[in-house]
């Protein structure tokens, strides 16, 4: 209502003003003229392309860059991944593991991996990582086929754990879910050890007479089933002591006085000596007697002592014990003849 009153009032005054108001001329458009060859049945396509060409040609243009990214993020998805399978393959230790996860755990391979990490830490003791491990890749889903798998290795985690309720349901899930599944057995050993450690040593063994039964010709499930048997029959429940308790039996043993030992005294051996021979005498020399002198001749003179040497004297040997020979006796001179001077005595 009021704009066709200002309308009016405008026309009103312009009237009035005897000049008459001229309205801004647009511009037509240009109008591009039909090519004479061109058939009439191209008619109407001609007329759509006129009014829509250059919106197609956009269109067109942005679905080509669309299709293109699609087109590459593809190839890199797939590079991705067939690089996470071939880093799965070379992955052994742990550390490896981790580091595959890390790279590759955001791709298609990435939940395979972190399954083999999961039972990489279930090998090492390392059950609270082994356990988020396996949540992880069954609340991102686990591929196909080892969704049962993950399953099973986290119930046996929690065995791990000695968190027995939560084994034993997980066990229990597991025999009823997958009856058929070729893991049962596990499964159904699994409960057997998680009855054990409850004290129902009773109903474990006949869980596994049942199994047994069931695989009577599978040697493999027949002797695992046997082990673990065995291992049951000789189970003996540990009585549980609390921290106080194994403290006080810790003190006690140190306060205890440890007895004093005194080391028995042998007398001591005497070892007989060895007597050494000692060095035997020399023999002293002979006296030689005199030869019997002519009638008239006169008795020779007696030889001149032999000097001592000058030379130090060694130290004196032990005396033998032998008693030293005498020496033989002179034989007697002639009757007319005087006695010779008796010759000195080699000393």
């Not at 686990?142 to 798998?149: D, Q, S, V």
Request: aromatic share 6%; hydrophobic share 45%.
């Amino acid at each position: 209502m009021s704009a066709t009153f200002n309308y009016q009032k405008a026309i009103y005054m312009s009237g009035k003003s005897g000049k008459k108001s001229v309205a801004p001329e647009t511009p037509k458009p240009v109008e591009v003229p039909i090519p004479e060859n061109l058939p009439e049945e191209l008619l109407p396509l001609y007329d759509w392309w006129k009014a829509n060409g250059k919106q197609f040609l956009i269109t067109l243009a942005v679905a080509a860059v669309l299709l293109s990214g699609a087109l590459t993020f593809k190839r890199v998805r797939t590079g991705k991944i067939a690089a996470a399978n071939q880093e799965l393959l070379r992955a052994n230790s742990l550390d490896e593991l981790e580091a595959a996860v890390a790279k590759y755990g955001s791709t298609k391979a990435g939940n395979a991996t972190r399954m083999r990490l999961a039972k990489a830490y279930f090998d090492a003791s390392k059950y609270e990582e082994a356990l988020q491990a396996y949540d992880l890749c069954l609340r991102k889903g686990a591929p196909a086929g080892f969704k049962e798998i993950a399953e099973l290795g986290r119930a046996h985690t929690l065995e791990g754990l000695n968190r027995l309720d939560e084994a034993l349901q997980a066990f229990q899930t597991f025999e009823k879910n997958y009856a058929n599944h070729f893991l049962r057995p596990q499964a159904v050993m699994g409960i057997a050890r998680v009855m054990t450690l409850q004290g129902k040593k009773d109903e474990a063994k006949k869980l596994l007479e049942n199994l047994k039964a069931e695989k009577t010709d599978d040697a493999v499930w027949e002797m695992a089933i046997a082990n673990l048997e065995g291992v049951i029959t000789r189970y003996e429940p540990r009585a549980e002591r609390s921290l106080f308790d194994a403290a006080n039996e810790a003190a006690k043993a140190v306060d205890a006085p440890a007895p004093i030992t005194v080391p028995a005294t042998t007398p001591p051996v005497a070892v007989p000596a060895v007597p050494v021979p000692a060095p035997a005498p020399a023999a002293p020399a002979a006296a030689t007697p005199a030869p019997a002198p002519a009638a008239d001749a006169k008795p020779a003179p007696a030889p001149a002592p032999v000097a001592k040497p000058t030379a130090a004297v060694p130290a004196e040997p032990a005396k033998p014990t032998p008693a030293a020979a005498k020496p033989a006796p002179a034989p007697a001179p002639a009757a007319d003849a005087k006695p010779a001077a008796p010759a000195a005595a080699a000393k």
